[in-house]
């Protein structure tokens, strides 16, 4: 799902369900640094685990569904 800038948002609303994997491009440039590790901070609340970063690609994952 590409939701063009609403990333900060959907991350803090969204329960994920089922959801294991997400993929999430952040823009340090646009929303600074320190919004990005808060939104991963937000991840890891949910269960989420960062895991391969490509320059602002994330993925996260967690076990449980």
Not at 2 to 25: H, W
Not at 45 to 59: A, M, Y
Request: no cysteine; proline share 2%; charged share 35%.
């Amino acid at each position: 799902m590409d939701v063009e800038g609403s990333e900060d948002e959907l991350l803090r609303v969204a329960d994920f369900g089922s959801f294991r994997d997400i993929l999430v491009e952040l823009h340090p440039h646009v929303i600074g640094e320190a919004k990005v590790e808060e939104l991963k901070a937000i991840l890891a609340d949910k269960g989420f685990r960062q895991g391969e970063t490509d320059r602002k690609t994330f993925h996260f994952h967690r076990n449980r569904a």
